[in-house]
């Protein structure tokens, strides 16, 4: 069981009760889909959690009231939930399916059921096809056309699911194997490990004395679906989360061989063999052999790599972008870590579309080893998000300076705001207003559909207003979901060093914005990132360390990290572009 599988459940259920509007709908979708992103960002397992501590502690959870509770009770304990099959007995369809599709609502899913009897994906392809959509009241080509885009960003992104999905998944495997006494070293290898921002699968290497009795305790537990295939040395399985695990038990004395072939990419791994095939080597996942098929090396990574006369590497950068060659010269940088990591400048609490207080925040804050956060709520162009005016805003910092004194530097908040940058480039709150907050995050949540160079204008404008303290998730993609919109990001790089404005890191595992190769691009420039969780529950701050992942994909070092500054550091730090 998983959370995700449940998280996923429970937006179903939102999203078909969204539906049909009553004088309740809105109020209970609201409450579905906040549990749905608690259950889906919780940081341990949700079966765990009530184990331990029952209905109560579910209900400790923020957004989980007690009908909640006794339904999340009812999936833990025969994995169904009732309310959902009284649901799909009215409307028989695959909601998430369809409304993984960009552009594909609630509401249209169901138009398209009533009309056409679309159930799932395969029926929307197969309508698609014939055109059948277009005629339909209240669509046309155009709608064609972009349910057609949707299904093939559906397609790009097929079975790969997010970082912050599939490793809490690979954890909580590594940690029964590990748990068991079965398995002496656990790992996980492939693209988990470099961090990458998706995972096709995953790859997890054990070393064991009794591989049969590992492969078997795999086979059984409650996260994996069915088995694929099985054998003394590699089991795959299909897992409920939706995706593959590859565990493989590996000879103790190849370990490192093996560690560093499944770690990939591939394509580093074909130009670290070009160097072993120069030398008149052989490198394969059982160790590195000289020209006679005597065993150089296989047990450590960084033996290996020091035999090929390179340095070792992180994990992160083995992408085949240029690391072998800087790992040739030895000019492998030290990267960023997350304990380099010392507040959040980017969190949000229940005054706009957070779940939890600010109070609650401090807390996991604290719990998270942070000095400081920056609590950034959203302005007044954002009522879904519960945006807040001017005046809330001097209200809610009348409460954070309360707060501050009382918690006498345990931790620092800075007042701040996520404003929205409007369609013309001004931001959503006065500057009087503005000039009273440590940090300002300025984001891009409307009009997403404008031209480069339009778009392009428009932050930069927003960033010479002087005001703007970090571009938050500078493109605007979502994983899997939204591309980014147009820009040139080289010139709105260029435009945050005239400014001194960080570029943010969000950190968020839908979002993190910028990416890797942006990292990269933007990193040209002299300017500072700032890795933050975008935090919108107390258990996000987790999320941190996939913002640090991507950053260290980018190649990048504490010092070009905005946030490794100390509280005090980062005081100073905001004051001066104030
Ligand atoms: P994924 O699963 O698509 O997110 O990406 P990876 O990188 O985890 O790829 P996967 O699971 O197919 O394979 C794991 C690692 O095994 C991969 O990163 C490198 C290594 N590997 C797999 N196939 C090959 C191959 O044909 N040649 C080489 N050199 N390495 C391979
Ligand atoms: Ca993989
Ligand atoms: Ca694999
Ligand atoms: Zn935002």
């Avoid at 309508?127 to 299904?151: D, M, N, V, W, Y």
């Avoid at 004395?253 to 093996?258: P, Q, T």
């Avoid at 590497?313 to 997350?338: D, F, T």
């Avoid at 428009?458 to 303290?469: F, N, P, Q, Y």
Wanted: charged share 30%; net charge neutral.
């Amino acid at each position: 069981m998983s959370n995700k599988v449940l998280a996923d459940m429970l937006e179903e259920i939102a999203d078909l009760i969204s539906v049909d509007e009553t004088p309740n709908s809105k109020f209970e979708v609201r409450a579905y889909k906040k549990a749905a992103l608690t259950i889906g960002t919780l940081q341990e397992p949700v079966e765990q959690i009530y184990a331990s501590g029952g209905k109560g502690a579910l209900m400790a959870l923020p957004g989980i009231g007690k009908g909640l509770a006794e339904k999340i009770e009812a999936y833990i304990k025969t994995g169904n939930i009732p309310r959902l099959d009284e649901l799909k007995k009215r409307y028989p369809i695959r909601m998430g399916e369809l409304t993984g599709v960009q552009g594909l609502g609630p509401k249209t899913a169901v138009a398209l059921y009533k009309a056409l009897g679309i159930k799932g994906i395969d029926d929307l392809k197969k309508a698609l096809q014939e055109h059948k959509i277009r005629g339909l009241p209240g669509f046309g080509e155009k709608s064609e056309e972009l349910l057609e885009t949707g299904l093939q960003m559906r397609e790009s992104s097929k079975g790969r699911l997010l970082l912050g999905d599939a490793m809490p998944e690979a954890e909580q495997i590594i940690k029964a194997l590990s748990k068991s006494g079965l398995a002496d070293k656990v790992l996980i290898a492939g693209s988990a490990r470099r961090m990458r921002e998706t995972v096709g699968d995953l790859d997890i290497l054990a070393t064991s004395k009794e591989p049969e009795k590992v492969m078997d305790l795999f086979s059984r537990l409650p996260s994996v679906e069915r088995v694929i295939v099985s054998g003394p040395t590699k089991t795959t399985a299909w897992l409920k989360i939706g995706m593959s695990c590859d565990l493989r038990v590996i000879e103790p004395d190849s370990f490192g061989a093996a560690l560093q072939y499944f770690t990939g990419s591939k394509d580093h791994n074909v130009q670290v063999r070009q160097i072993a095939v120069k030398k008149g080597y052989k490198l394969n996942e059982y160790g590195l052999f000289d020209r006679k098929g005597r065993l150089l090396s296989s047990k450590e990574e960084p033996e290996i790599y020091g035999i090929l006369g390179m340095q070792w590497m992180p994990p992160e950068m083995r992408e085949a972008r240029g690391e072998v060659k800087l790992a040739q010269e030895h000019k492998i940088p030290k990267l960023v870590e997350l304990g380099d990591i010392r507040g959040d400048m980017h969190t949000h609490t229940k005054e706009t579309d957070g779940a939890n207080t600010i109070e609650e925040m401090v807390d996991a804050a604290i719990g998270a080893h942070l000095q400081y956060i920056a609590v950034t709520n959203h302005t007044k162009s954002l009522p879904v998000a519960h945006g807040m005016n001017d005046s809330q805003f001097l209200d809610f910092f009348k409460k954070v300076d309360k707060l501050n004194d009382k918690l006498g530097g345990k931790l620092m908040i800075f007042k701040g705001a996520e404003v929205d940058i409007l369609k013309d480039g001004s931001l959503d709150l006065e500057p009087a207003t503005l000039k009273k907050m440590d940090c300002v995050v300025g984001s891009v949540h409307s009009f997403f559909k404008m031209p480069e160079a339009e778009m392009t204008a428009r932050i930069e404008k927003a960033l010479d207003s002087g005001m703007v303290t970090i571009l938050g998730h500078p493109t605007g993609r979502e994983v899997n979901g939204r591309e980014p919109y147009q820009l040139r990001l080289d010139k709105v790089a260029e435009c945050a060093e005239r400014n001194d404005v960080a570029l943010e890191i969000d950190a968020f595992p839908s979002r993190l914005d910028l990416n890797d190769t942006n990292i990269m691009l933007a990193s040209r420039y002299k300017v500072a990132f700032s890795i933050d969780s975008d935090s919108h529950s107390t258990s996000h701050f987790g999320f941190l360390r996939y913002g640090v992942g991507t950053a260290r994909r980018g190649w990048l070092t504490k010092g070009r990290v905005f946030n490794t500054a100390d509280a005090k550091g980062m005081a100073k730090l905001l004051d001066s572009r104030r």
